[in-house]
Structure formats: C-alpha cells, structure tokens
Antibody
Framework: EVQLVESGGGLVQPGGSLRLSCAAS????????MNWVRQAPGKGLEWISY????????YYADSVKGRFTISRDNAKNSLYLQMNSLRVEDTAVYYC???????????WGQGTLVTVSS | SYELTQPLSVSVALGQTASITCGGN??????VHWYQQKPGQAPVLVIY???DRPSGIPERFSGSNSGNTATLTISRAQAGDEADYYC?????????FGTGTKVTVL
C-alpha cells in the first residue's frame, strides 16, 4: 500500500525557517517524481515544487523561488522541503504528492500544517 | 502565467448529473487531471489525462476536454460526492490548479 506521511510542521515566526519531511513507503520511491502542494486556510490548492526521481531536475512556483528548497534522499525513501525566510502568507497545510506517468498526482499525504505568525 | 477558472459552486439533486467546468486558454491541448477534496482530508485523484479513472473511482465520474474547456461530470450524484473539486494541468514546467468548485448534493 502506497503511503506518504508528512512531518515537521509547526508554528514559526516570520523570517524563520522550517524543514518538512515526507516519508514514503509501499512503492519504489526513486522511480517517481514528487511534488509539494500547499493549501492556505479556507483557500484552494497551490503547487509549489517538483523534483525528478534522481533529483536532477527541480522546479518551483514563483511564490517560493529563492526561499524554499526541495530535495530527496532515495536511500531513506524521503522527500524534503527546506523553507527559509517564511512569511505570514506561507501559512498553509503542506502536502507531498507522488506523480505518476501521466503527470497526475496519484497519491497524497495527509498534510502537515505550517503556521507563520508572530 | 497560465490560469484555470472554475465555477465557485455547483448544486445537483440526488441522483442527477453535475457538470464542473475548467476553463483555460487552449486547455484542450493539455492533459487535465481532477481531484476531489472532502473537508479535513487530502485531495484524491478522480480523473487523469482528461478522462481516465484511477482504480476504485466509480464509473459515475467521467471527464472530457476540448478547446478552452475541460469538464468533469458526475452522474447519478450521491451524498458522498459532496466535496471541493479541482482541475489541474502542467504549463511550462509549472503545476497549475483551478480555482476549485464546491459541489453540493441536494
């Protein structure tokens, strides 16, 4: 059974940093591209980052470019999101999602809440 | 940047058919995916590549895509179909989600 479990969320002050993790199981992690998607309270879904199976290609949304860094450790079946220079508007539930061959996000984690507030 | 527009809300009577549109410039040239999200839960893929259904998704869910509009159709709507629905495409290596549609089953 495919499982994605996010962790690392919490309360952080504006300008602070946080590192999210996504533990994957039930599939060959290195074979799949992965994504981070977030959802601000009461708002819609926002794609924020993508990484290929080997980590050689990475994309970011303009809203996080230069502040967030996606990475992965295939030996640990884990995906990461390093978030720096956090802003109030980064407050959201952050989901990791697996991308299948048709470029659809076929499995999602349960999400981890990040709150940026003073 | 590429934008996808969905109606804010759609209402459907129990057992009837709901259609949710997703508008974007020449969206017919892209692969469209649809996600269902119930309150407090993670999104679930219900349609991929315009009209394909993942295993476990009822045949009542179908999709089409042409021109500037993609459509998700829910036939024989059930109370359990009440949720927010989002369309999604890739454009210039960027993921783009639609604005989301709240479906209410009356």
């Amino acid at each position: 059974e495919v499982q994605l479990v996010e962790s690392g969320g919490g309360l952080v002050q504006p300008g602070g940093s946080l590192r999210l993790s996504c533990a994957a199981s039930g599939f060959t992690f290195s074979y799949y591209e992965m994504n981070w998607v977030r959802q601000a309270p009461g708002k819609g879904l926002e794609w924020i980052s993508y990484i290929t199976g080997g980590g050689e290609t990475i994309y970011y949304a303009d809203s996080v470019k230069g502040r967030f860094t996606i990475s992965r450790d295939n030996a640990k079946n884990s995906l990461y999101l390093q978030m720096n220079s956090l802003r109030v508007e980064d407050t959201a539930v952050y989901y990791c999602a697996r991308e299948d061959t048709g470029y659809e996000l076929d499995y999602w984690g349960q999400g981890t809440l990040v709150t940026v507030s003073s | 940047s590429y934008e996808l527009t969905q109606p804010l809300s759609v209402s459907v009577a129990l057992g009837q058919t709901a259609s949710i549109t997703c508008g974007g410039n020449n969206i017919g040239s892209k692969n469209v995916h649809w996600y269902q999200q119930k309150p407090g839960q993670a999104p679930v893929l219900v349609i991929y590549r315009d009209g394909d259904r993942p295993s476990g998704i009822p045949e009542r869910f179908s999709g089409s895509n042409s021109g500037n509009t993609a459509t998700l159709t829910i036939s024989r709507a059930q109370a359990g179909d009440e949720a927010d629905y989002y369309c999604q495409v890739w454009d210039s290596s960027t993921g783009v989600f639609g604005t989301g549609t709240k479906v209410t089953v009356l």
